[in-house]
């Protein structure tokens, strides 16, 4: 895998939880007007506004629920399904910075899996900046001095179901079409939180809510397209990793939209996820210069031989 590639996939990554984050304000300022599952059930519903983008010529709408690995499909829609609905459902309770800094709880779980299930390689370094990033969540939650709630546990759930998510995504990128991989973000909360809602559905009253309901579910797609995306050229453990940007996100839109402060005790906590983060970038910056060079040199070689058979034939 080239260099080019990876960064893109790292840049798409950015962008996914950049519009995952602005999402979540979107889903925090309904708490109260709507039920979280009809919150959530409108990241399906909105997110077929994206399938014409992304639609190839020759593609059939029928290849969202068509898709070549049954098994993939499926553990993505459930995987999204559980997302959405235990992150609508933490924003709503938890400020956002203290469900951003459970949910960063995601690169571990993806780390995790990676190993387990794709066989990747994770150095050491990735293992002390994850095990960094969860002395920071204990910092930030202060677990056995506050009390811990459903909201909590709600981010937590969110945290292993994205990870499952960017696995699965993963172990189907030779999925046939990208109708059919990105199908499965659609259905799973559409037909998950469609049924729990049932009953306790409610017609939206004002046209604030309606416009936060769309931001929510249009940029909750938006997300999983990019993520969808990012996990096609970069390696699962390497897309986790800008999930920490999503604490600026997190600390920005809770002070300048909710009027949130943080305490002293929480700012040391997200500092500590920060420089998780920030050790992770520069390893992968640093590793991927010296692919890149190793690449350089090779492509050198390459010619100086080529010139050398060249003179070789001539000199025949």
Same mark, same amino acid.
């Given at each position: 895998?080239?260099?080019?590639?990876?960064?893109?996939?790292?840049?798409?990554?950015?962008?996914? !939880?950049?519009?995952?984050?602005?999402?979540?304000?979107?889903?925090?300022?309904?708490?109260?007007?709507?039920?979280?599952?009809?919150?959530?059930?409108?990241?399906?519903?909105?997110?077929?506004?994206?399938?014409?983008?992304?639609?190839?010529?020759?593609?059939?709408?029928?290849?969202?629920?068509?898709?070549?690995?049954?098994?993939?499909?499926?553990?993505?829609?459930?995987?999204?399904?559980?997302?959405?609905?235990?992150?609508?459902?933490?924003?709503?309770?938890?400020?956002? #910075?203290?469900?951003?800094?459970?949910?960063?709880?995601?690169?571990?779980? %993806?780390?995790?899996?990676?190993?387990?299930?794709?066989?990747?390689?994770?150095?050491?370094?990735?293992?002390?900046?994850?095990?960094?990033?969860?002395?920071?969540?204990?910092? %930030?939650?202060?677990?056995?001095?506050?009390?811990?709630?459903?909201?909590?546990?709600?981010?937590?759930?969110?945290?292993?179901? $994205?990870?499952?998510?960017?696995?699965?995504?993963?172990?189907?990128?030779?999925?046939?079409?990208?109708?059919?991989?990105?199908?499965?973000?659609?259905?799973?909360?559409?037909?998950? $939180?469609?049924?729990?809602?049932?009953?306790?559905?409610?017609?939206?009253?004002?046209?604030?809510?309606?416009?936060?309901?769309?931001? !929510?579910?249009?940029?909750?797609?938006?997300?999983?397209?990019?993520?969808?995306?990012?996990?096609?050229?970069?390696?699962?453990?390497?897309?986790?990793? #800008?999930? !920490?940007?999503?604490?600026?996100?997190?600390?920005?839109?809770?002070?300048?939209?909710?009027?949130? #402060?943080?305490?002293?005790?929480?700012?040391?906590?997200?500092?500590?996820?920060?420089?998780?983060?920030?050790? $992770?970038?520069?390893?992968?910056?640093?590793?991927?210069?010296?692919?890149?060079?190793?690449?350089?040199?090779?492509?050198?070689?390459?010619?100086?031989?080529?010139?050398?058979?060249?003179?070789?034939?001539?000199?025949?």
């Amino acid at each position: 895998m080239d260099t080019k590639t990876l960064f893109s996939g790292m840049a798409l990554a950015f962008g996914a !939880y950049a519009s995952f984050s602005i999402s979540d304000a979107f889903s925090k300022l309904l708490a109260g007007q709507l039920d979280p599952f009809e919150v959530a059930f409108s990241g399906g519903l909105f997110g077929f506004l994206i399938l014409p983008f992304i639609r190839r010529p020759g593609e059939s709408y029928l290849d969202i629920v068509r898709p070549q690995l049954w098994s993939m499909w499926l553990l993505r829609a459930g995987c999204v399904f559980a997302a959405t609905a235990a992150s609508v459902e933490a924003f709503m309770l938890l400020p956002m #910075p203290e469900a951003f800094s459970l949910m960063f709880l995601m690169p571990l779980f %993806v780390t995790i899996l990676s190993v387990v299930l794709l066989k990747e390689k994770v150095t050491l370094w990735a293992w002390l900046a994850v095990v960094l990033g969860f002395v920071g969540v204990l910092i %930030v939650l202060r677990p056995g001095f506050r009390a811990l709630h459903w909201g909590h546990l709600c981010a937590l759930i969110a945290a292993f179901a $994205n990870a499952g998510s960017v696995i699965a995504y993963r172990l189907a990128d030779k999925e046939r079409t990208r109708l059919s991989l990105f199908g499965s973000s659609l259905i799973g909360p559409l037909v998950g $939180n469609g049924l729990i809602m049932g009953l306790h559905a409610q017609w939206p009253a004002t046209t604030t809510a309606w416009v936060f309901l769309f931001g !929510y579910g249009f940029l909750a797609a938006l997300g999983q397209l990019m993520m969808m995306m990012a996990t096609a050229r970069a390696p699962a453990n390497r897309v986790a990793l #800008p999930q !920490y940007s999503q604490m600026v996100w997190g600390v920005a839109l809770s002070y300048l939209v909710f009027h949130q #402060p943080l305490d002293g005790w929480t700012f040391v906590g997200i500092m500590v996820l920060m420089s998780s983060g920030i050790l $992770n970038w520069v390893r992968q910056r640093i590793r991927y210069e010296r692919m890149a060079m190793k690449e350089r040199m090779a492509r050198r070689k390459a010619r100086k031989a080529d010139k050398a058979g060249k003179t070789n034939q001539l000199a025949g």
